[in-house]
């Protein structure tokens, strides 16, 4: 996983920079949320997709919640045509947007990500946890929860009804999620960051073990670079979690990212339904502020990254 990390991270070098000039008249220090939502493994659609919007924490929750409930009752998927509100909204100040494609073909990287391989990340990740309790010792009781955690994970994948490629879905979500905050935190530093993501099958999975993968993965990074292990603070959100936030507008507005992307064909550029293209032309197209990664196998093994710059009109 580590080579897929330093391959995003060099992807990264143009949008970091988009990033931090689009969020630049805002001081370091501050609260962010990033919302996630996913298209993975719909037969009807072209790409499977991760979508990460970085938005700040620039008012109440209640008041986000109401914003976009107004404007977008319902997702893309339940809409006949994009709600011009929440395109708007996606496209201001307070927003910045990352979203992974993997091509289809791929069964998420199958040949890349093996049960090997995962396994071995696993194992690399319970090492780093028993250092982590050694060297923070204030937080021993956190991590020793979080080995637990790996350890069910590793049980299973030695199990012969494992499911592997949901495996595979945890491992990318972890991957992809970090590399948003690591490039949030360099650019803007925050003191809290807060991940709110849709549920979906990867966080039922061993009590919620990608936003421990995540979390893992940013820090480790943060240490071998000299910064500290203990900021940002983390939270994780996911609706129902805590009995009381259900998220369901925030998550709409990665749910447009998401589900746009997974509908557009490539290199056609085209869609299965005309309520997409608006939203790809006001946000890929002419946005400055709405970043695509599409990570493909490599014919003979290995993966490449890149980042799409989509310029073309769609045809329809």
């Known amino acids: 996983m580590f080579e897929l990390i ?8 143009t949008i970091s920079a988009d990033l931090e000039a689009w969020f630049e008249q805002f001081p370091q220090g501050v609260a962010w949320n990033v919302i996630s939502d ?3 493994g719909d037969l009807k659609k072209s790409n499977d997709t991760f979508a990460f919007a970085i938005v700040l924490n ?20 339940g809409s006949r045509s994009a709600s011009e509100g929440l ?19 791929s069964k998420l990287l199958r040949d890349y990500i093996t049960d090997d391989n995962i396994r071995g990340a696993l194992g690399d990740m319970r090492e780093v946890v028993s250092q982590m309790v050694a060297m923070i010792p204030e937080r021993s009781s956190h991590y020793r929860e979080v080995d637990k955690r790996l350890s069910s994970f590793q049980t299973e994948m030695k199990r012969r009804a494992r ?3 949901l495996a595979r879905q945890i491992l990318l979500c972890a991957a992809f999620a970090s590399i948003v905050c690591r490039h949030l935190a360099v650019k803007k530093k925050p003191k809290f960051i807060r ?10 999975k ?4 990608a936003f421990d993968l995540a979390f893992l993965y940013f820090h480790l990074h943060r240490m071998m670079n000299g910064h500290d292990a203990l900021e940002p603070q983390f939270l994780f959100g996911l609706p129902g979690w805590d009995g009381k936030n259900e998220y ?25 339904h005309a309520k997409f293209e608006p939203v790809f032309h006001s946000l890929f197209v002419n946005g400055p502020n709405a970043a695509i990664v599409e990570v493909l196998a490599r014919d003979g093994g290995g993966l490449t990254a890149r980042r799409l710059v989509p310029t073309a009109p769609v045809i329809t």
């Open 38 to 40: 996913y298209c993975i």
């Open 87 to 105: 395109v708007a909204y996606l496209g201001s100040p307070v927003v910045f947007s990352v979203t992974y494609l993997v091509e289809k073909k």
């Open 248 to 272: 369901a507008e925030f998550i709409r507005a990665a749910d447009y990212l998401a589900g746009t992307l997974a509908d557009i064909k490539l290199p056609e550029m085209t869609f299965s």
């Open 206 to 209: 061993h009590d919620k073990v």
């Open 163 to 165: 499911n592997s490629n």
């Open 58 to 77: 620039h008012d109440t929750q209640a008041n986000i919640a109401e914003y976009i409930a107004a404007v977008a009752p319902s997702d893309i998927k």
């Open 6 to 13: 330093n391959l995003l991270d060099t992807v990264y070098r």
């Open 195 to 204: 991940w709110i993501s849709d549920r979906d099958a990867m966080f039922d």
